[in-house]
C-alpha cells in the first residue's frame, strides 16, 4: 500500500514529439526601412492601377520576387531560408520562391485561418505594423486535439490550441507550409502591410504539382 505523499517514481521526464518551429528573424533598422521604401512606392503604382473598396484587404499577384523593388527583400528572405535548412539538417540544397505577394489590410481588416498547399516553407515580412496589428495567430496542426477540449485552469503553451506571435517592421517569420494560421481584424487606424512567400526545392517544383499559390 502506497502512503499518503510517498515518492514512487525512480524518476519522470517529459518527451517533447513532432516540434512544431516558427522561424523568426529581426533586420536591422537601417536594412527594413531601405527595404520597405522601395517596397512601397511600388506598392502605390500597382494599387493605382488595381483600386479596391474601402475596408476590404487587399492582395497582390504572386510574382513580386520577380520585381527589382523586391530584391533586397527577397535576398534577405533567402538568406533566412537558408538557415532554416540548415537547423533542419535538410540535404536538398537548390529552392525556389514560388509565389510572393503583398497584402495589405486596413482597418478592421482579416484574414482567415489558412495554410499554403504545396510548398514546403511558407513566410511573411513585415513592412507596416502598427499598435492593434501587430500579430499573426499560429494554430495547433493535430486535428485530433479538436475532439475533446477540457476546461484549463490556466493557458499555457502546452495546452493551448493557439499562439500568438508579435511582429514589427523588418520581421520576417518562416514556418511549414501545413501551418494553418490566420491574422485578426486590424484594430489601428492605419493599414497593415506585409508580403507573404513561399518557398519549395527547385527539384521538386519542376515535377510535382504546382503550388496552388
Request: glycine residues 6%.
Amino acid at each position: 500500500m502506497v502512503r499518503k505523499h510517498e515518492t514512487v517514481f525512480a524518476a519522470t521526464e517529459v518527451l517533447r514529439m513532432f516540434p512544431t518551429f516558427v522561424w523568426k528573424a529581426e533586420l536591422e533598422s537601417k536594412t527594413y526601412r531601405s527595404i520597405n521604401k522601395s517596397i512601397l512606392r511600388k506598392l502605390e503604382a500597382i494599387r493605382l492601377c488595381a483600386p479596391q473598396p474601402a475596408g476590404h484587404g487587399w492582395q497582390s499577384g504572386h510574382d513580386l520576387h520577380k520585381w527589382d523593388e523586391f530584391r533586397e527583400m527577397k535576398s534577405c528572405v533567402n538568406h533566412a531560408v537558408k538557415r532554416v535548412l540548415e537547423f533542419l539538417k535538410i540535404g536538398e540544397e537548390k529552392f525556389e520562391i514560388t509565389g510572393c505577394w503583398a497584402n495589405m489590410n486596413p482597418p478592421e481588416a482579416a484574414h482567415g485561418t489558412h495554410n499554403h498547399p504545396n510548398n514546403f516553407l511558407s513566410g511573411v515580412y513585415y513592412v507596416q505594423t502598427n499598435k492593434g496589428a501587430e500579430t499573426i495567430n499560429f494554430h495547433d496542426p493535430r486535428p485530433q486535439t479538436e475532439i475533446i477540449r477540457p476546461a484549463v485552469t490556466s493557458l499555457t503553451a502546452e495546452n493551448t490550441d493557439q499562439v500568438v506571435v508579435k511582429v514589427r517592421n523588418g520581421t520576417i517569420l518562416i514556418f511549414p507550409s501545413w501551418l494553418k494560421h490566420s491574422v485578426d481584424a486590424n484594430g489601428s487606424d492605419k493599414t497593415r502591410i506585409s508580403i507573404s512567400f513561399n518557398v519549395m526545392f527547385s527539384a521538386y517544383a519542376g515535377t510535382m504539382s504546382q503550388p496552388l499559390w
